[in-house]
C-alpha cells in the first residue's frame, strides 16, 4: 500500500501539503491537481483511523432532513455532499419524517458514533444540540432557524412570501388565500407573514379564511384548495408556500376546471415534477443545492478549527 511519502514524492510537494490537500485545506490550485493525480496513480487510501484519533472523531457528517422525498432536500443533500466528498469525508443521510423524537434520536446516535458534526434542518425550533455541543462538534442549522448559538444557513421566508404574493398583485389579483406549512414552523410562519404584509400594503384584507395551515406535502396542498374552493366566496388566486404544496393545489384545481385554470397560483420553490401547464405561474425558485454547499463550507470552516461566534448566513430571494 502507497504511503504519504510516497504521494509527496510523486506530487513533488512536502508531505504537509498532501495532508492538507486530503484534509481540505486551502492549497494552491496546482498542487492540488498535483497531488489528486498522485494519489490516482498510486492508489493511496488515508488511514482513516489515523485521522480519526488525531481529530477525535470520525469522518462522518450526519445530514438530518424532514422529508429526503421532497426534491428541495434532496438538492440541498447534493449540495452537502459534494463539499463533504471534497473533503475527504462521508455523508451519513437520516430523514425525520419532521418527527422531533426521531430527530433526538438521530442527534444522539451522531453523539454515539462520535461522528465529526451533524448539519440540520430541524424538525422544531428547539431541537436538542446540547450533546454535540458539548463535545465540540460543528453543528450546521439549514432552511429553518433556531435560537441555539449556531451557524444557521436560511433563507429570507418573510420576504419569499411577500414578493410571491406580490407578484400575483401585479397580475391583477385580488383574493388571495394562502396555503401554508403547519403552524410553529419557521418556514411556514414567516412565508404566511410575507402574504399578509403584501396584502396588507395592497389595501387588502388578508382575513382568516383565506390562511390555510396544512402538512408540507402534496396532499396537504390539495386538500386545503378543495376547501377553499368549497368556501362561500372561492379565492381568485392561491399562494402556495412550498414545492410539494404547489403540486397538490395544480392537482386539485387541474381536476377540478382542467388543465387551465382560472384561479392564479404562485408556489415559492421549484415544482419537482409535471402537474399541468406552468406557462400562467408564479414560481420562486430557491435553489436548495447552493444552500446545502455554503452549510457544508461553514461546517468544514468550524471542523478545521475556526474560532468565532455563531455565524446566521440569510440567502438573498
Not at 419569499?160 to 383574493?175: F, P
Not at 387551465?260 to 415544482?271: K, R, S, Y
Amino acid at each position: 500500500m502507497a504511503t504519504i511519502t510516497e504521494v509527496a514524492r510523486r506530487a513533488g510537494v512536502s508531505t504537509a501539503t498532501v495532508s492538507r490537500v486530503l484534509n481540505g485545506k486551502k492549497v494552491a490550485p496546482g498542487y492540488v491537481a498535483a497531488v489528486q493525480v498522485a494519489v490516482a496513480e498510486l492508489g493511496y487510501s488515508p488511514d482513516r483511523t489515523a485521522r480519526s484519533l488525531r481529530r477525535r472523531c470520525s469522518d462522518v457528517v450526519a445530514l438530518v432532513l424532514p422529508d429526503i422525498e421532497n426534491p428541495f432536500f434532496t438538492a440541498l443533500a447534493r449540495g452537502v455532499e459534494d463539499v463533504a466528498q471534497d473533503a475527504g469525508f462521508s455523508v451519513v443521510l437520516c430523514n425525520s419524517d419532521d418527527d422531533p423524537v426521531k430527530e433526538a434520536r438521530y442527534l444522539d446516535i451522531a453523539v454515539g458514533d462520535n461522528m465529526a458534526g451533524v448539519i440540520l434542518a430541524p424538525a422544531t425550533a428547539t431541537p436538542f444540540l446540547g450533546g454535540l455541543l458539548e463535545r465540540g462538534r460543528a453543528v450546521v442549522v439549514v432552511d429553518r432557524p433556531v435560537p441555539d448559538l449556531v451557524d444557521q444557513v436560511c433563507l429570507d421566508n418573510v420576504a419569499l412570501g411577500r414578493e410571491a404574493t406580490t407578484r400575483l398583485l401585479r397580475a391583477g389579483h385580488r383574493r388571495i388565500a394562502c396555503i401554508t406549512g403547519p403552524t410553529g414552523l419557521s418556514t411556514a410562519d414567516d412565508r404566511a407573514e410575507g402574504w399578509r404584509q403584501a396584502m396588507t400594503a395592497a389595501g387588502l384584507e388578508p382575513g382568516p379564511d383565506l390562511l390555510l395551515h396544512a402538512n408540507f406535502r402534496v396532499d396537504g396542498g390539495r386538500d386545503a384548495l378543495e376547501l377553499l374552493l368549497a368556501g362561500p366566496e372561492r379565492p381568485d388566486a392561491v399562494l402556495a408556500t412550498n414545492n410539494l404544496v404547489g403540486v397538490g393545489v395544480l392537482q386539485a384545481l387541474h381536476a377540478r376546471v382542467g388543465a387551465a385554470p382560472d384561479v392564479g397560483v404562485a408556489v415559492i420553490g421549484d415544482l419537482p415534477f409535471a402537474t399541468s401547464s406552468v406557462d400562467t405561474l408564479v414560481l420562486l425558485p430557491l435553489h436548495p443545492r447552493a444552500i446545502g454547499t455554503r452549510a457544508a463550507q461553514m461546517f468544514f470552516e468550524r471542523l478545521r478549527g475556526l474560532d468565532a461566534g455563531p455565524r446566521h448566513v440569510v440567502l438573498p430571494v
